[in-house]
């Protein structure tokens, strides 16, 4: 398989701006769950609603023959960075009735309701095809500044956007985390029962940490709408959606952000690096099932990692207040 | 309706019958096993590799009575069920064992099974591709039951040998000294190692019972539908749903839980696409927990 300069370039940007998204929910992940100890495993629930809340957001209403093939409730055309701010209103808004409903639950129980919550959201997407063209999905969605650069060298533009997006999004969580609020929420994941008798509202900070990281993971859904300028409902099965992302975390280091980012890199990485490997060694007529091999790599390493080093590459960083 | 609910048996019977493996080891090693979908799929195709074997070796291929399977499919439990429990047992040895006597939190184990899960689906796209498979390509004949009931007649095999294999079990758990010990453990832990059970040792009991269940339920859910990579874990959200229902360890809960689900499931029909049926499972899961945290049948701890 001969392969250019340019044709690696092209695979290792959209690599890295695959990277970065999934790094992005990652740390999203890490607000709740790392710091915060919610078990959260509706990550594709507002990964979901953040990309078709920027979608519906920014792409014009089919008009004339488009309208008989793509049905679309909203269609605002409408800026991108107001798709992003949309998705991470409504992501947080959502987040926010479903921690009302279920974020007294204990934790194993919350993981539970928040699977089916996300696999709730998705088959209503799925099934209300007024909303967003049901199983069809939306496609041809905006791609912001497209009219800068040529086509062919857009991905590097974008690559850029999103790197944007993680810097900001990672230092904001890092300042956050470090502040007097973000030591309660380490407080709630040590010991909950302590932080309540301090006098602290437990359930209210819970409640701010579950919107705060969802708004987060809107925003990373609101920036794959617009790199892959197309979205389906299948998209956010739990696997891609959910699980993906926590063997992200736990990989590179529960509660440490770094950790989110390098996880998220080596895991999709070994997603999608190791067809291309799998393909020079397999025997012919064994193409099709090849790639499947991923799924056993990356189970293998998850359980490696887990069994090994239970707290991940990097582990948890030492916080040092800054107050 | 009366037909809707008649389905929502069949499938709860499936359901239930999945699920008390999984709410049993959840009561007795606090293992919430996400790879029981894909175990469950392991069953389905290890029948289907003896199926084929019967077939090519051009022994028991005759349909059994009025049933579209031969009785291939029938002697194929056995080794599928043997496979099973060993499968369970290695797992155990190597993932779940280490992580207990680490004394890690439950989620540790819940990742790792996430882990167990992707590598068994792994192996079974490598081993047999993405296609569909069938235990038979034979018709499937339709029975007329009174109140213009239609029912497959594979149907009525499979909730018999769903409910055998549940009274068998309840049996077990009941009556022998084991099941008395397995129950201890799920009830309190602590307090049945104190009184001399030996925890390890009833555990490898646990995934024995799991394991067995885990091969009936897939080849009967094979049956059912058909064989593809994807069967059990889609299968297991539902069943996550019901065991939940039921409340932590308790196969009574996780039965009726079964059962409740799938008649919900089927009678949703009735108004809405049947593609809603998971979400409606879902929906009755989060409305049981907000009000009745510990599940219907689940134990009040302080």
């Known amino acids: 398989m001969g392969m250019s300069l340019g044709g690696v370039l092209n695979f290792l940007v959209s690599f890295a701006i695959m990277a970065s998204i999934y790094a992005i929910l990652a740390i999203g992940l890490n607000v709740h769950w790392g710091y915060t100890g919610l078990l959260n495993f509706g990550i594709a629930g507002f990964f979901a609603l953040g990309a078709y809340t920027s979608a519906l957001i920014t792409s014009p209403k089919p008009v004339g023959i488009m309208a008989n093939y793509v049905r679309q409730a909203i269609g605002l055309n409408l800026p991108f960075l107001l798709g992003i701010a949309g998705a991470a209103i409504v992501s947080g808004v959502i987040a926010g009735v479903i921690g009302i409903l279920t974020l007294r639950l204990s934790e194993g129980y919350l993981a539970i309701a928040t699977i089916g919550i996300a696999e709730s959201i998705r088959i209503f997407i799925n099934n209300e095809s007024w909303l967003a063209n049901g199983p069809q999905g939306l496609i041809g969605l905006p791609r912001p500044l497209h009219n800068i650069v040529p086509r062919c060298y857009y991905n590097y533009l974008y690559l850029v956007i999103v790197s944007i997006f993680l810097t900001v999004i990672y230092f904001a969580v890092e300042r956050g985390i470090r502040s007097p609020w973000g030591r309660v929420l380490r407080a709630i994941r040590e010991d909950e029962i302590m932080v309540s008798a301090d006098g602290k509202n437990v359930f209210f900070f819970k409640l701010q940490s579950l919107i705060f990281g969802a708004m987060i993971m809107g925003i990373g859904g609101a920036l794959y709408a ?78 490696f990692i887990i069994i090994k080093r239970p707290k991940g590459m990097l582990g948890e960083e030492a916080h040092v207040s800054e107050f | 309706m009366a037909e809707l609910i008649v389905y929502g048996i069949i499938l709860g019977s499936i359901i239930a019958l999945g699920s008390i493996g999984l709410t049993l080891i959840w009561g007795i090693t606090d293992l919430f096993n996400c790879a029981h979908g894909d175990q469950i799929t392991v069953g389905a195709y290890t029948a289907f590799v003896f199926t084929s074997l019967f077939s090519n070796m051009g022994i028991l291929q005759g349909k059994v009575g009025p049933f579209s399977f031969c009785w291939g499919v029938l002697l194929a439990f ?18 779940y064992k280490p992580l207990r006597h680490s004394g890690a939190h439950f989620i540790t184990s819940f990742i790792a099974s996430i882990g167990v899960a992707w590598v068994l689906r792994g192996f079974i796209y490598i081993i047999w591709g993405a296609d569909f498979h069938f235990y038979s390509s034979g018709l499937r004949t339709v029975a007329f039951l009174p109140l213009g009931i239609k029912l497959r ?150």
């Not at chain 1, 590179?252 to 393909?279: C, H």
């Not at chain 2, 084991?178 to 602590?190: I, S, T, V």
């Not at chain 2, 019972?209 to 889609?234: C, D, K, S, V």
């Open chain 1, 226 to 303: 617009h790199f892959s300028a197309a979205i389906q409902p299948g998209v956010f099965e739990p696997l891609f959606g959910t699980f993906i992302i926590w063997a992200m975390l736990t990989l590179g280091g529960t509660g440490n952000n770094k950790g989110a980012i390098i996880g998220s890199f080596i895991v999709w990485a070994l997603w999608s690096w190791s067809t291309f490997l799998i393909f020079k060694v397999v025997p012919r007529g064994f193409e099709t099932r090849a790639p499947y091999i991923r799924y056993v790599l990356i189970g293998l390493l998850l359980i």
């Open chain 2, 153 to 302: 007649i594979d149907e009525i095999f499979i909730v018999v040998i769903a409910w055998m294999a549940v009274a068998l079990v309840y049996l077990f758990l009941a009556k022998t000294k084991k099941g008395k010990a397995l129950r201890a453990l799920a009830d309190n832990p602590g307090l049945a190692r104190i009184s001399g059970i030996d925890t390890e040792y009833m555990i490898k009991w646990a995934w024995g019972i799991a394991g067995t269940l885990i091969a009936i339920a897939g080849i009967l859910y094979g049956i059912e539908t058909q064989l593809r990579p994807e069967m059990g874990w889609i299968f297991l959200l539902p069943l996550f749903a019901a065991i939940i229902l039921g409340g932590k360890g308790s196969i009574t809960g996780a039965l009726i839980g079964g059962l409740l689900l799938g008649i919900a499931q089927q009678v949703s029909t009735a108004w809405l696409l049947p593609t809603y049926k998971p979400a409606i499972a879902f929906i009755i899961m989060i409305a049981v927990l907000i009000f009745r945290p510990k599940g219907i049948f689940g134990r009040r701890h302080i």
């Open chain 2, 78 to 95: 056995i080794p599928a069920v043997i496979i099973s429990v060993v499968l369970a047992l290695i797992i155990d040895r190597w993932v």
